[in-house]
């Protein structure tokens, strides 16, 4: 029999799902669950993502949130079934070492995009480097980000950067309201990319750093390359990621 862990967010709809869902099924302790079923919106599955355990542990999502990109449609007839027959997608995260004005570094994981913003009025200015190579001195900007291709249609895309096939094994480099160069819109680089960020006139011009939902503040540099860890979610029959990529691309 699988073991489901159950865990929501705060919200009425998620809480009530959840307690009908653990009234059917149970809950087994994370460490012992075969699959995670996380109850919210997307920002639910990134959490149950980040915080699985080190594992590979499959995680079906129920949207009771306001977009759901990631989550399957809330219907709970069956669920065990549905889940049995569902189409899972692997999943490759960035991993972010980002480091402040202190010298302190910081470790994160992303799954969608690890993204750069100014802190204040002023743009920031920022260098970067891709495999130790500088490839542009100087981007003035409201900010950056690098963007898996699971991620690619969330933030990646209302900044204007493309949407990447998600066996495409590329990932987005897309500036933020880029000012000078004026007309430059990214670059497609290959998922074995190192990629470097540093601070031009941090002190005067501060930046911070989020990867998803963690942010670190007041960065001098920031540097993202594929993790090595690998993650699976679960999608209902006939609605993988892939086919919700696809059709965004076709939507007006």
């Known amino acids: 029999m699988t073991a489901f862990h159950f865990l929501a967010n705060s919200s009425q709809e998620a809480q009530e799902t959840y307690g009908s869902l653990t009234k059917i099924y149970g809950q087994t302790a994370l460490e012992d669950a075969d699959i995670i079923v996380a109850i919210g919106g997307d920002g639910t599955l990134l ?20 977009v759901g ?8 007839d069956n669920l065990a079934e549905k889940i049995s027959d569902a189409e899972s997608v692997t999943i490759y995260p960035l991993a972010m070492i980002a480091t402040d004005v202190n010298g302190v570094k910081f470790k994160s994981i992303a799954f969608n995009e690890v993204s750069l913003l100014r802190q204040v009025r002023q743009a920031a200015k920022i260098s970067i480097s891709i495999d130790g190579v500088i490839r542009m001195d100087e981007l ?5 980000l690098v963007a898996t291709p699971a991620g690619s ?27 000078r160069p004026r ?9 074995s990319a190192h990629i470097k960020f540093d601070i031009i006139d941090f002190s005067e011009r501060p930046v911070s750093a989020t990867a998803d939902e963690i942010e670190i503040r007041d960065v001098v540099s920031v540097e993202i390359a594929q993790s090595k860890i690998t993650k699976t979610i679960l999608f209902d029959k006939g609605h993988s ?3 919700r990529i696809l059709k965004e691309q076709f939507t007006w």
């Open 47 to 66: 959490n149950a993502l980040r915080n699985s355990d080190g594992r590979d542990i499959p995680i079906y999502g129920i949207n009771r949130g306001s």
């Open 69 to 76: 990109f990631l989550m399957n449609t809330p219907k709970f």
């Open 140 to 144: 003035i900007c409201d900010g950056v």
């Open 153 to 179: 249609t969330a933030y990646n895309l209302s900044a204007h950067g493309p949407i990447l096939p998600l066996k495409s094994e590329i990932l987005a480099l897309t500036p933020i309201s880029a000012f």
């Open 183 to 191: 007309r430059w819109r990214g670059a497609l680089l290959p998922s």
């Open 241 to 243: 990621l892939e086919e």
